[in-house]
Structure formats: structure tokens, C-alpha cells
Nanobody, 119 residues
Framework: QLQLVESGGGSVQAGGSLSLSCAGSEDSFSAYGMGWFRQAPGKEREFVARITTRGGNRYYADSVKGRFIIFRDNAKNLVYLQMNSLKVEDTGIYYC????????????WGQGTQVTVSS
């Protein structure tokens, strides 16, 4: 079963940048669309970005459009989230997830990595 592990979280001042990575445990990784989600304290988990299996299409939440970039390297079973111009409201736990292309459901989730943006 595909397992996902995020890394790259940390603390940064507003306006700064962070890059998150998510590693898949097996080559089936390339058959999944991949998404990033986040959950702020006291709030529900929300969609951030997703990318199709070969990286041909990318989708973003309006709140991060123009600031975040999602990309993937299937040869390395990795998906990335480059976060620029970070805002305090970007603070939260960031999760990567694998999306079954048939059902559209996110079947596999990582454990999350904390991102804290201070003013």
C-alpha cells in the first residue's frame, strides 16, 4: 500500500518561502494524482493544490494561486509544494494525499508537516 511522508515544514516570517516535499513509498505513486491540503488550528482541512499523474495539469485554491507551485518528479516518487510570499494565514499542518484517478477520492494520506508563518 502506498505510504506518503511529508518533509520540509518549519517556521518562517511573513513574506518568506518554504518548500515541502512528499515521498511515496512505491512506484504506484505515478498512477495517482497528488494533492496538498492544510489544516489551521480550529479549522477544517482545506484543499491547497493538486497535480495530475504526469504533471500536465495543476489546480490551486484561490487563496494560494500565484504564490504556491505544485510539481512532481515521478522518477523519484516525489511531489513538491513551493510556497512563496507566505502569509500568517498560511499557518497550519500540511498534508499530501494520493488521488485515485478512477474515483477521484484521496485514498492515501501522509502524517502532515507543520508550517508556521509569523508576522
Amino acid at each position: 500500500q502506498l505510504q506518503l511522508v511529508e518533509s520540509g515544514g518549519g517556521s518562517v516570517q511573513a513574506g518568506g518561502s518554504l518548500s515541502l516535499s512528499c515521498a511515496g513509498s512505491e512506484d504506484s505513486f505515478s498512477a495517482y494524482g497528488m494533492g496538498w491540503f492544510r489544516q489551521a488550528p480550529g479549522k477544517e482541512r482545506e484543499f491547497v493544490a493538486r497535480i495530475t499523474t504526469r504533471g500536465g495539469n495543476r489546480y490551486y485554491a484561490d487563496s494560494v494561486k500565484g504564490r504556491f507551485i505544485i510539481f512532481r518528479d515521478n522518477a523519484k516518487n516525489l511531489v513538491y509544494l513551493q510556497m512563496n510570499s507566505l502569509k500568517v494565514e498560511d499557518t497550519g499542518i500540511y498534508y499530501c494525499a494520493a488521488r485515485d484517478v478512477g474515483t477521484g477520492l484521496y485514498d492515501h494520506w501522509g502524517q502532515g508537516t507543520q508550517v508556521t508563518v509569523s508576522s
